[in-house]
């Protein structure tokens, strides 16, 4: 049995049917030109308009040398054919001119050609053919219907010229015509123009396309610079009316996606400053008691309140008025890395890459310094890498500690959500490291996944755009 929405494979002897491979083969062609097509709004857009373009012009093109060419060449190869077994019919039916001078002179007055009488001479061997020769063919069919004698053309030799030869039995006659009396000749007039108009639509498409695509970059541009939490800058929609209302949403979101920041950085703010002023009062309170047990543990309490509060303040100041800027991340880590081992930890330091990344330099800082804080708290050994390349920035913090189960690794992202061997107060974690991080790393446009590190405990792993 298999389940809703399953598509088992069908058995080999049905899969071996001529059906079943035309199919296949039907797909992987699909699949194959899928692959091939322009991935972008513009290049698409430009094959909408060229594709039916070049496809009425082939049909264009076809039917006129179908019709037109081949019709107007056959009709001028038979009237050269009928002057030539005209010019035959007078010279056996009246032989009176034996050296052919008033049939040469009429010839070249009346039809336009040069006849000439080799005498004792037979028919060259053939020559070479052309590949595709429309007048060779033409010719060759209406001499073999009207004249019906051995004969011999050259189409090919002289460009401007048709050579004909007629075996008269003794002798041999010798034609030489303008090659636009038996080939229509100027039908790369029509190919010109047909060219020429298609480059001048094409352009004018081009144009035209691009004034319209480049609204719609600016809009994608500006979305994901927000998304990146950079600066967009003075953004204004403009093109077609839908584009326009697309822009205009995406203000709107914009701004109250500001505005819902702003006001929750205010509340975090205000309730941040409000409970420090009743958390200090307490701790004056409980300093002025007789020290005993319970007052140790409600002045832990208050510190760990404290603690609490001052991670929100920090996250507040970091998602308020910071902008985005061009920031050194390489010295960025550096400084990490020195406070680190100020404090009596060792981390080690490696970076690939461009060190420029345009990104909100506090709250990057608190990002990797929470990783690396979490670290250290938990490991002997902590190793910090960075690597800027291919338009991401990885950074990647990998510590010796006990690591965190896999199952528990979406949960530690929760807001004071602490793992049971870390809940105690040596340790003095808030649960709200992790969280913040991810935050500001989403706020970049990025995320923060954990696993397993070569050094056996966790390995944090931050993605940036850029």
Not at 83 to 88: E, G, N, P, S, V
Not at 251 to 280: F, K, N, P, W, Y
Request: proline share 6%; with cysteine.
């Amino acid at each position: 049995m298999t389940e809703a929405g399953d598509r088992p494979n069908p058995p080999r002897a049905l899969r071996d049917t001529p059906i079943i491979r035309l199919r296949l083969g039907w797909r992987r062609l699909a699949r194959s030109i899928a692959e091939r097509m322009p991935k972008g709004l513009y290049g698409r857009s430009l094959l909408i308009v060229l594709l039916p373009m070049l496809i009425l012009q082939s049909v264009v093109a076809y039917v006129f040398m179908e019709r037109h060419w081949d019709l107007v060449t056959r009709r001028l190869s038979e009237a050269l054919t009928r002057d030539i077994a005209a010019i035959i019919a007078v010279v056996e039916t009246y032989p009176q001119d034996p050296d052919w001078d008033t049939i040469t002179r009429i010839a070249r007055r009346d039809l336009g050609v040069s006849v000439s009488l080799l005498k004792g001479e037979e028919l060259p061997p053939p020559g070479p053919k052309p590949f595709f020769s429309l007048l060779d063919t033409a010719l060759s069919d209406e001499i073999v219907t009207r004249i019906h004698r051995p004969f011999w053309i050259d189409t090919v030799g002289n460009s401007d010229l048709v050579e004909i030869r007629i075996d008269m039995g003794t002798d041999v006659l010798r034609v030489l015509a303008r090659r636009s009396q038996a080939y229509a000749s100027n039908s790369h007039i029509f190919l010109v123009w047909m060219v020429t108009t298609s480059v001048v639509l094409l352009t004018i498409a081009i144009l035209f396309l691009r004034n319209q695509i480049r609204p719609i970059q600016r809009l994608a541009d500006a979305a994901e610079s927000f998304g990146k939490g950079r600066p967009v800058g003075t953004f204004k929609p403009t093109g077609a009316r839908e584009v326009r209302r697309a822009g205009e949403a995406f203000s709107v979101m914009r701004r109250r996606i500001e505005r819902q920041i702003e006001q929750r950085t205010a509340m975090l703010a205000g309730v941040s400053h409000d409970l420090r002023t009743v958390l200090t009062r307490f701790r004056l309170q409980l300093a002025l008691l007789p020290p005993d047990a319970e007052i140790e543990a409600l002045e832990a309490d208050v510190d760990e309140m404290q603690a609490m509060l001052e991670a929100y303040l920090a996250f507040a100041r970091g998602e308020g008025d910071e902008e985005a800027a061009a920031t050194d991340v390489a010295e960025l880590l550096r400084s990490i890395q020195i406070e680190a081992e100020r404090a009596g930890f060792a981390v080690a330091l490696a970076y690939e890459g461009d060190p420029t990344l345009t990104v909100r330099p506090n709250a990057f800082k608190r990002m990797i310094g929470n990783l690396v804080g979490n670290a250290c708290r938990h490991g002997e050994h902590v190793r910090l890498a960075g690597r800027h390349a291919e338009g991401y920035l990885h950074v990647i913090v990998d510590d010796d500690g006990p690591g965190v189960p896999e199952a528990e690794r979406a949960n530690v992202f929760r807001p004071f959500y602490r793992l049971d061997e870390a809940r105690n107060q040596d340790e003095g974690g808030t649960g709200l490291g992790l969280a913040i991080a991810r935050d500001i790393a989403r706020g970049h446009g990025g995320d923060i996944t954990l696993d397993t590190a070569p050094m056996g405990g966790l390995r944090a792993v931050v993605r940036i755009p850029g």
